[in-house]
């Protein structure tokens, strides 16, 4: 078992009834965030979302309104930074340029009195983890920007801080080096165990590296749940429209057999689980994701369970592995599809009649509203 698994039922961070304003501006609002010690957490939402005004009242950059910030179920609300044993990690990582990589990652060592000889091998040891040995002697301006964040992450990480903040740490890489360094910082939390929260508007990122996730939307915590969770079970349109993408539908439900709503289109129809409180009459904002349908000649039987729909190619676009096909779809629009490239599906082209498929449990009800 490693160190980051095993301590996962404790509390390591306690966002408490949160509330930042900034003037009229209410940054932060009512926002409740548990996060388990040894997670990787994101906070995950557009620019403006609250994600940043978050991670800083963790750090105690900045002081909560109403709310409280517990550390390890202590309350460090009234707490300086310096006070709270939490350490963070920024886009723009200001490293000291006159000093070697060894002096930079010991600083704080120095600062907080730990001797020579521990300070050297602790600093030996952050860099094997980091993936830099041997780098001690090294000037800022002799690495790579790669190198470099993974100095400032030494450098944070040197004095064992409970818990590590990082606000979009990986903004100024290439986007060849940004995916190695998402999957080298995920290796490098789960050997240390350490907590690490995680700022980004990035969803791949954060698909790519989180234990969790919380999406952000307008100052306030849409949902949270793992990678897996958020993606197959958005709660909210916000949620499934941020992560991934999306063909949303406005459907009305027609016929209700054993909580399946079904909706035609056309001579076809959606179908999907439905809970409750949606009936007969009801209109709902279903969604499908594009990977989830599957293409077929318009003669192709209709299964009995599943939605289909009928329609023609209007457009092909071939990204490589996978290909995205436009579809029309008299009564619903516009619908994609995507297709491993290499799949015999993908021999339809534009002008081609097809129907398009998918099963009830891909079928995503977003909103319901009964009339
Ligand atoms: P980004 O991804 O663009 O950094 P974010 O989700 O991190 O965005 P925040 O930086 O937390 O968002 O900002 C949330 C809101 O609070 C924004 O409307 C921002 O303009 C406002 N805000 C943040 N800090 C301040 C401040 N010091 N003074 C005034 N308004 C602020």
Redo the contacts with the bound molecule.
Sequence with gaps: MTASSSLKSEVGIHLEGIT?T??E????DDVDIVIREGEFFS?L????????????MIAGF?VPDTGRVLLRDKDVSGDLPSKRNVNMVFQHYALFPHMNVEDNVMFGLRVSGVRKKERVTRVAEILEIVRLPGYQKRKPWQLSGGQQQRVALARALVNRPSALLL??PLGALDVKLRREMQLELKAIQHELGTTFVY?T?DQEEALTMSDRIAV?NL?RVEQTGTPREIYEHPESSFVAGFIGSLNAMDLTVEQRPEGIGVMSVGEGRVMARVGASVHVGTAVRAAVRPERVALGPSSAPVHPDGSVVFGTVQEVIYLGAVSLFHLDIPGLGQLVSQRMSHEQESAFQTGDPVSASWEPAHTLVLEANPE
């Design positions: 930042k900034f003037g501006v209410v940054a932060v906070l939402g557009p620019s403006g979302c609250g994600k940043t005004t978050s991670l800083r900045e606000d979009e700022v508007h952000m100052g």
